[in-house]
């Protein structure tokens, strides 16, 4: 695995090589067929908006050997307990899809906002595991900071989205999902919250099987 930390105000850092095809395709799989126009958070809730165009879907990370091990490899990364990960959600982009420049940490003074946070307090942290080579396009584009992240296979992208010792949003971590401009993009995009939001379970062995490490 290879680091490279990009800004540190907000923390913004590139770590490679930390899973590998087999993992990426047990994400894909997970949730490939339960894929819906994502939404975004408004002052009622989420809305559809033409801000975000591309497609998502919930998946639960621990029902699934593989990614339950990726979330738990990303959790040392960001030095929280795997528990404080929201429920994992896979993220598809495609013919010119994208997701305008947003926040990820919630707005307090937003009732929408209001609801998430009371299930598990404000998102710390955002990583995006890139699950495949884009053909073009498909950067994370942070605009203040003047970094754009290409996706890559194996790939997290690791940023801080509030101020410093405080749960306010960070203004320079607001971001933007570029278009895709060839082929399409795969991500897991994984969110830290303050306090405990999924709740971690072990994955039971099938019958018969023994589980040796």
Known sequence: MRATLLCANPVVAVHDEVFDAAAAAAAIAAGKDHL?????????????????????????????????????????????????????????????????????????????????????????????????????????EFPELKIAVRPRLGRVLLFSNTTPGTVEQHPHAVHAGRPVTSGEKWVLSLWWREQIAHVYRDYPAEDGETQVF
Request: with cysteine; hydrophobic share 35%; net charge negative.
């Open 36 to 140: 819906e126009r994502a939404g975004v958070t408004t002052m009622t809730g989420a809305e559809i908006s033409d801000v975000r165009s591309n497609r998502h879907a919930r998946i639960d990370q621990w029902s699934v050997p593989e990614l339950a091990d990726l979330v738990l490899r990303v959790s040392s990364l960001v030095r929280m307990p795997p528990e404080h990960c929201e429920q994992a959600k896979l993220l598809h982009y495609t013919g010119t899809e994208k997701f305008d420049l947003h926040h990820d940490a919630y707005h307090g003074f937003n009732p929408g906002a209001a609801i998430e946070l009371r299930n598990g307090g404000q998102r710390l942290f955002t990583t995006l595991c890139y699950l495949n080579n884009v053909e073009g396009g498909g950067e994370t």
